[in-house]
C-alpha cells in the first residue's frame, strides 16, 4: 500500500470506522468485532438504499417489457444496428433504465476492496473471534462462511429474478439463470481466500438487501406507459410569459 497513498487513506479511513463501530458495541455491553462489522454492513445498505430502489424499479421494468424485447430480437434477428435502435426506443418509451441495476454493485466493489486491505491489515487484540475462528483477518478454517455467501446470494438471486426467467425459450432467461448458478459458486470460490470479516459484511449487506426488496406492487406495462406520459405532459406545458400570456397545454396523441 505505500505505493499507493490513496489507497492508503481509504485503507486507514475504513480501518479507523472498525474501530470507532467497535467501540460502540462495547459502550452497548456486546464488544465485538464481528458485530461491529455486521453494523457496517447494515449501514452501508442503508446508504446505498436509494440506489437499490432505482435498481429493483429497472429489473421491474424489465420483466414486464420482456415479450417486447423478444419480438424484436426475432424481427432484428440479422440487424443488430436497426435491434439496438428499436431496443433504446422500447426503454424510453417505457422509461426504463437497463444500466440503474448495476448501480449498487459497482459502488460495492470498492468498498469491499477497501475492506479487504483493511481487515487483513488491522490489528485486532481482543474480541475479534467469532464463534469457530480465532480472528477476523484469517481465512474461514472449515469453509462455513464462503458457503453460506454462495447460498445467501444464490437466493436472494433467485428471489430477485421472481417470473423473469419462466420462459425458458427466452434466451436471456437462459442467461439470466446461468447467471443465478454461476455467480454465487464464483463469489463462493473467492471468498475461501477472503479475510472473515469481508465474508461477515458481505452476507450481512446481501441479507439487508434481501429485507429492502420488497418494493411496492409489481407496474404493469401501462403503468410504466402512463408514467412516461405524465413525463412528457409535463415537458409540453409552457410557462406564461413575462408578457402576462397564458400557459398552454398540449396533450399527448392517443
Known amino acids: ?19 470507532l463501530l467497535y467501540e460502540f458495541t462495547a459502550t452497548i455491553g456486546f464488544p465485538s468485532y464481528a458485530l461491529a462489522i455486521i453494523f457496517l454492513g447494515i449501514i452501508v445498505r442503508v446508504l446505498l438504499l436509494p440506489l437499490t430502489i432505482i435498481q429493483m424499479k429497472s429489473m421491474l421494468g424489465m420483466q414486464e417489457i420482456q415479450p417486447e424485447l423478444q419480438e424484436l430480437q426475432k424481427r432484428y434477428a440479422t440487424n443488430r444496428e436497426k435491434l439496438s435502435e428499436e431496443m433504446m426506443k422500447l426503454y424510453q418509451e417505457y422509461n426504463v433504465k437497463p444500466a440503474a441495476g448495476c448501480l449498487p454493485i459497482l459502488i460495492q466493489m470498492p468498498i469491499l476492496y477497501v475492506l479487504f486491505y483493511a481487515l487483513r491489515a488491522y490489528n485486532f487484540n481482543e474480541h475479534a473471534s467469532f464463534f469457530w475462528i480465532d480472528s477476523l483477518n484469517n481465512n474461514d478454517p472449515l469453509f462455513i462462511l464462503p458457503i453460506v455467501l454462495a447460498l445467501v446470494m444464490f437466493f436472494q438471486q433467485k428471489l430477485a429474478m421472481g417470473s423473469t426467467m419462466s ?88
Open 167 to 254: 420462459d425458458p425459450t427466452n434466451p436471456a432467461n437462459m442467461s439470466m439463470k446461468m447467471m443465478v448458478y454461476i455467480m454465487p459458486v464464483m463469489m463462493g470460490f473467492m471468498a475461501l481466500n477472503f479475510p472473515s470479516g469481508l465474508c461477515i459484511y458481505w452476507i450481512t449487506t446481501i441479507a439487508a438487501q434481501k429485507r429492502g426488496q420488497n418494493p411496492s406492487k409489481k407496474k404493469s406495462k401501462q403503468q410504466l406507459k402512463n408514467e412516461h406520459k405524465q413525463k412528457k405532459r409535463d415537458a409540453k406545458y409552457n410557462a406564461p410569459s413575462k408578457e402576462g400570456s397564458t400557459a398552454t397545454y398540449h396533450p399527448p396523441k392517443k
Open 1 to 19: 500500500l505505500g505505493r499507493r497513498p490513496h489507497l492508503s487513506t481509504l485503507v486507514n479511513f475504513m480501518s479507523g470506522f472498525i474501530h
